[in-house]
DNA sequence: CTGAAAGCGCTTACAG
DNA sequence: CTGAAAGCGCTTACAG
């Protein structure tokens, strides 16, 4: 019983378990005969170098961890798949731990990676940098993906979440309108923060009073939200959510409750998950799947020896613009299905 | 430079390995003032437990292999958080392959998990039975998620996609619709497969005749459906799609050329996607965040001997009725958004 | 209660 | 070109 190891391959070959490795490794220092014989005996048995014992011995484990918060839908799969097209390219597996909303939560999941991964994918918009720097490993190489200030030879991926929502006010703001209400996420996330940040710069630069609706990133967030306009205690125009879960809830709330968008009220989100497409919300795009990948090839650089550098990167979103916050002028006219 | 050892702690606690092991596993057999300096020492020099050699020596890895397909968008996500979420909460971390459309990739996926896992979750509709038994390192807990037949020793979950199929014909036939096409998924694939069978089944007892489409369940292949629908050279007056994505991308189609759904044409899907909520999709749910946990919970339950029996499960899916499936009868008015 | 030693399954100088 | 041996960082009988 038990999967056959490299001294049954090496007895059956009747060699040495060192030109076993050898032979199955691919080393030229073993005569042509030698490692057909235990190339034979490996397929006879069915053997698989154990990976764990390899990279023990090798120091090189050939995985990353990922280290995850929770993520809305598309967010999640969308990061994945990009980490996992990069890593299996370059023969790397992939560790995956979600993290929920607190430090040490994190302090866990990073504790649980070590000895298993030559390097570390943290996404952690929530945690606060000092948390987060003495959760990670000193000696492991890490990139930091959409998260608080920049750790020392840690190289930062992030969004440039401020420019995105300032192109997003400015877009509404050459539309006509002129009353934006800005649904926040939740506190203390960076992504939120810097997203308002824009919010209010954009507002300030405009003339535009700015008004902030708090909320949490989630559907029922901007369910609330839209309650709360729909109340009228305040002048609003147009809507623009932190992402686009709230902007479809509020975007789902205020249709239902008879208003017109964007003839009553614009609505615009951030993200462009798959599901804004389909209902003509605009949005600011993020490509998260290409921060993914890039994020991995960054770290197997790293791991390899071939990033000294380390520099962070940026990626400047895209405004994309539907119907949703169509001109003011715009011919009247559902745009609920675009 | 490098994490610190299990040595070093001993060193530094002036013990032996042997000491160190067990006061930071938790045993007995140490005495409290030898097991606080341990503890001291090793929060002085930081140490976290090697979990390579750690796994190494217990032939333990505490971590589950995961090989999926190409998953689209929300079904991957919902499935991996699902697993994620019980694999933590029993201390197991989930070690990620994705595995495209080709059973050697299939093979080779399966190898790199030797010696890093203790069992493995395998979702792969589209690979024949025969090549997954022989990819499968036998003396490995596995269990199957949506795959072809059965493997000894290798519980099966599944949805019962064939009954879920067969309600939704039901339910269209019940709404007065008679000219039923299907738009199929791709040959070879298990689901795809189940769901026509169950379309045909419905079909033949209630005395409609079938018409199917080829597809592959992405999107395009729902707009294409809908173009041969369009140049009408078959009756249609309901389009069923074997997955959501086809199905809304047929309904997205059929809108812009001026088509009301239902009135002109319903149309159905398979698997509630988040968006279909938003799109008024009738559909068919399969909750396989909730498949996902179940397979963990099984697959850790066999890892750890509490699972002698290894019987397989099907979970039956639930038909969600909407708008784009209203009876024939309903009042006139767009739908797009309910 | 404690330590020296063997062993988990590999790789790789080292010597031949 | 090949093999015996040490070592990767742990755990655990075994003896004391």
Partial sequence: MGEATIRDVARRAE??????????NGLDNVRAETRDRVIKAA??????????????SLARAHAIGVVLPDLHGEFFSECVRGMD???????????????HDDGDQAAVALRAMRGRVDGLLVMAPHIAPATLESALPPALPSVMINSHAELPGRPALRFDNRSGAEAMVAHLHANGYRHIVHIAGPQGNVDARERADGYRAACKR???TPHIIAGDFNEEAGEAAAQEI????????????????????CLHILRTSGKRVPEDIAVAGFDDVPLARYLALSTVRVNIAEMGARAVAR????IEGKDQVRAS??????????????PRTASPGGAAYA
């Fill in 85 to 99: 097209k990069e890593a299996s390219r370059r023969g790397y597996l992939l560790l995956l731990s979600n993290m």
């Fill in 43 to 56: 397929a006879e048995l069915g053997y698989v170098p154990h990976a764990g014992a390899r990279s023990l």
């Fill in 299 to 302: 770290l197997i650089d790293m």
């Fill in 15 to 24: 060699v040495s378990v060192a030109s076993v490795s050898r032979a199955l």
């Fill in 230 to 249: 729909l109340a009228g205690a305040i002048p609003v125009d147009a809507v623009f959510a932190a992402n686009d879960s709230m902007a479809i809830g």
């Fill in 313 to 326: 990167e940026t990626q400047t979103p895209e405004l994309v613009m539907r119907a949703t916050t169509a």
């Fill in 206 to 208: 405009l003339g535009l």
